[in-house]
């Protein structure tokens, strides 16, 4: 298996979370994600659903940001400060800076307006992370590297 591959099998191995009142939307995206190798997926109706799960560890959480329980502000705050390094993507059917900006200053790591361009971006976002992590897991000295140095 190439590096290239076996990268992509990490990916498609994270744990995803997709959290969204709107149920045909819901299903459209985790039919997107399953169609382009993700295969832990799981879909929530309410941010309180989300969160009573967040013990199964996601790597990523596609979270709408306006729905009935919670908004999506308040979920965000709630998985940062059970988990800062889960990463959480911001989904609105409005297209608003000033809603992208408190986002971020919350912990999102994007912010994706729904539309014709959403799964585009979604995929452009799911990228980044990839990339993320294998820089992260290239900084991050192997066990051998370790014991090596010690010598």
């Not at 994270?14 to 709107?22: A, P, Q, R, S, T």
């Not at 939307?25 to 190798?37: A, D, I, K, M, P």
């Not at 993507?89 to 000033?98: F, K, N, R, T």
Request: hydrophobic letters at 40%; proline letters at 2%.
């Amino acid at each position: 298996m190439s590096a290239q591959n076996a990268s992509f099998m990490k990916t498609t191995q994270w744990k995803i979370f997709l959290v969204d009142d709107d149920a045909f939307n819901l299903q459209l995206t985790r039919h997107h994600l399953e169609s382009v190798g993700y295969t832990d997926v799981q879909t929530f109706v309410s941010g309180t659903d989300c969160l009573n799960r967040l013990t199964e560890r996601p790597a990523v959480v596609f979270l709408d940001h306006r729905m009935e329980d919670l908004t999506g502000f308040d979920v965000l705050k709630k998985i940062k400060r059970y988990d800062p390094n889960i990463h959480v993507v911001m989904l609105s059917g409005q297209e608003s800076i000033e809603t992208a900006i408190a986002s971020m200053r919350h912990g999102a790591f994007d912010y994706i307006v729904k539309g014709a361009q959403a799964f585009d971006q979604l995929n452009s976002v799911l990228h980044r992370l990839r990339r993320l992590q294998d820089l992260l897991d290239n900084q991050r000295p192997s066990l051998w590297r370790r014991i090596v140095s010690f010598l």
